[in-house]
Each structure stands twice: as C-alpha cells, then as structure tokens.
C-alpha cells in the first residue's frame, strides 16, 4: 500500500505507484501497457471509461483487473435489450410490515461499475445511467440517491455486431472521459497468454494494491497539478478547432476542454510532474476527444475517422513554448 498513509506523498513517490497498478494489470493483459496507463489515468482521474473493440482482446478482462487493484466495491452488469433501469438504478419495495415502501439499490450502487456490453441495453435503460454519470446521483420514483464515492462507469462495448444494438447518443458518448481500444496482441504477447492460462485465471494473481481512502486522496492531489494559462489555451483552441472543421458536424464540448485538462494534470501526477506539459495534453487528445465527435456523412463515405481529424488538428494548431507550458519556473 501507500507509504505514509494518510498524508500526501511527495510527487517522486507517485511513479513507482502508478507502475504498481500497471504491474498488477499486466498480469492479466499482456502487451497492452499503453492502453492500460491510459485505463490508470482515467482511473485516477475519477472519470469514466469505454472501450470499445473487437470481441476476445479483454476488454472485460482490462476493467476486472483495473477494479481488482482497489479495495472499492465493484459490481457487474451484463447488458441486454430486455434490461431494466431498475436493474442497474434499483427499485422501491412495498414493506407490508412497515407499511412503507424502501428502497432495494441495484448495482450502480457500488464504487466500480462494469457495464459489459452496454450498446446491447435499450436506449430508457442506458438513459438511467446519464444522471449517475454526470451528477454522482440516481433518482427513484422522485427520491434521489447519492452514489458511493468514488464512483466510477467502465463500460465496453462491440463496434463490430450491430444486430440487436442501440447505438451510444451523443450525450452519453460526451459523459465518458476516455474511449480506449485494445488491438489484437503481438503473437509474442498472445503466445505468453496461453501460457498464463493453461492452468488458471489470469485474475488470480491480480493483487489490490489500493484502498478506497487512497484512491480517494491521489484523486485529490491530481487536481492541484498546476497548468499554466497558455496549456489551457492550447486545450481549447485543439476543442474549439473540432467544432469549425470542414468534416466535423458536431465539435467536442466544454466538457470535453475540462476532461482534456483534468486527464492531462492526472498524466503529468502519474508521472511524478508538478506541472502539465503540452505532450501531455497531445497523448491524451485523440482518446479524449474523438469519440465525441460526429463526422459529416461525405467525410465518413471517404474512409476519414474521428481519430484522423484529431491528429490532424494536432498537427496544425500552435503548441505553446515549453518554458511557458511548465509556469516558467517551476
């Protein structure tokens, strides 16, 4: 666990830390350390998650892992079209008793939620997830409920089957932090893989390396990474560029430039940095930004992507200079 629990660490502790939960993560996804600091950073970062690939990369194996490694509660739901929002929200129960009706919370009552599959859920029961997304709460039959704290939505999802799939709004597409994709392992990695699983779950040498209060507290101190003016600036000319772009029907949001910020100051703490660089920013972009993006119909007829405008946009908006980036001298 933490050393010198309960008062905060300094910032060349947080490195071997973070490549703690990696080490621990790996056990289980072997080859994917890129994705799986991005999984960390937004793990950190107290923001939800998507992945979305192709079926059998460990997508579900990824969160199983990433919610082993805390001491929070961790609940799974499977998504189909016949799922209720109160199976996921919860539902008011009449105590003949009592005489009143209580409360029976569902599974979004828990620190980590994993919702497998969620574009197979109707698009009422994925609606029942935007308030807890947004605003740490759920409502049931006119009483609000907070959620646990830290609380957390990974969700994945298949872009490859469409059968029986209601498709992610956009609303709802804006509320995750980051969308985060696998690949198929190297055949190195994928041969290391039947050897780890000839004889047990990958699972099983996961270890928790995290309690709730810490997590709680690194989440905190992330937040206080200073980002000077100019990186700011530079996060919102990258939003704003997504929104006047030729191929771009619907740019990314204010939410979007916050998430970008906060994921970035969360980077630059895993990295034992006091301060946000632009590379930080320019790592995070394309899985920060893209998946809110809605391209203009010719523009997707044409082979181009989401990904593609975001790089491109990377290219051609100004980086500011690193002296300034850093706060001069800090």
């Not at 080490?23 to 950073?41: P, Y």
């Not at 969160?63 to 929200?89: E, H, M, N």
Request: charged letters at 25%.
């Amino acid at each position: 666990m933490l050393p010198g629990r309960g008062t905060p660490l300094p910032f060349d502790s947080r490195q071997p830390f973070v490549d703690m939960i990696v080490h621990q993560v790996e056990k289980a996804i072997v080859g994917k350390r890129e994705s799986i600091e991005l999984a960390v950073i937004a793990f950190l970062c107290g923001g939800h998650m998507l992945l979305e690939d192709v079926p059998g990369v460990g997508k579900t194996m990824l969160v199983r892992a990433l919610a082993k490694t805390t001491g929070v509660t961790f609940k799974r739901i499977q998504c189909t079209p016949d799922l209720l929002p109160s199976d996921v929200t919860g539902v008011s129960v009449f105590n003949q008793q009592t005489g009143r009706f209580e409360f029976r919370p569902g599974p979004i009552m828990a620190g980590i939620l994993l919702a497998d599959e969620m574009n197979r859920a109707s698009p009422k029961t994925q609606s029942a997830l935007l308030e807890a997304m947004e605003e740490r709460q759920v409502t049931v039959d006119g009483e609000t409920y907070r959620l646990p704290e830290p609380f957390m939505l990974l969700a994945t999802q298949n872009p490859i089957e469409h059968e029986g799939t209601y498709p992610l709004p956009e609303a709802q597409l804006d509320r995750f932090l980051l969308k985060i994709r696998l690949g198929y392992p190297e055949e190195r990695h994928e041969v290391e893989m039947l050897g780890r699983l000839s004889e047990r779950s990958p699972l099983d040498d996961v270890k928790t390396v995290l309690l709730r209060e810490e997590w709680v507290r690194l989440q905190q101190e992330a937040r206080h990474v200073h980002i000077d003016e100019a990186v700011k600036q530079y996060i919102v000319r990258l939003t704003s560029a997504t929104r006047t772009h030729k191929d771009v029907a619907l740019g990314a949001s204010p939410r979007a430039s916050l998430g970008l910020m906060r994921a970035a100051q969360t980077k630059a703490f895993c990295s034992g940095r006091t301060y946000v660089v632009p590379d930080d920013v320019k790592s995070l972009a394309v899985a920060a930004l893209a998946h809110r993006l809605v391209l203009q119909p010719e523009a997707r007829y044409t082979g181009k992507t989401a990904d593609s405008i975001v790089n491109q946009l990377l290219t051609a908006v100004s980086v500011p200079a690193a002296q300034t980036a850093a706060g001069g001298s800090r």
